[in-house]
């Protein structure tokens, strides 16, 4: 089992930026992607971003790219979401996921899942 818990959420106002964290726990070893999703109220829970934990490559939604920046610190099991210019629409509870495949953009490939962090963009 992995055991993902995130941090780094806030209240901010629009244009500042927030990093969040995912600190991994447990059968780390098996990490073979990272992503992270967010799902504001009333909507389903969307993609964000993913990397390989080997850090060859990333991937972002559309509306989050040159503004969300994945890094991941391999000595500490943990993925950070850089988030800068935010806005409004990025309000949201933010997960982090991880598989121990390739996964890519959909939610019900991932196994595992931490309990969320909320982000409220204010305008």
């Known amino acids: 089992q992995v055991q993902l818990v995130e941090s780094g959420g806030g209240l901010v106002q629009a244009g500042e930026s927030l990093r969040l964290s995912c600190a991994a726990s447990?059968?780390?070893?098996?990490?073979?992607?990272m992503a992270w999703f967010r799902q504001a109220p009333g909507k389903e829970r969307q993609f964000v971003a993913f990397?390989?934990?080997?850090?060859?490559?990333?991937y972002y939604t559309e509306s989050v790219k040159g503004r969300f920046t994945l890094s991941r610190d391999i000595a500490k099991n943990t993925v950070y979401l850089q988030m800068n210019s935010l806005k409004p629409e990025d309000t949201a509870a933010y997960y982090c996921?991880?598989?121990?495949?390739?996964?890519?953009?959909?939610?019900?490939?991932?196994?595992?899942w931490g309990q969320g962090t909320q982000v409220t963009v204010s305008s």
């Open positions: 447990g059968r780390t070893r098996n990490i073979y992607t």
């Open positions: 996921a991880a598989d121990k495949g390739p996964a890519g953009t959909a939610v019900g490939v991932y196994d595992y």
């Open positions: 990397i390989r934990w080997s850090g060859t490559s990333t």
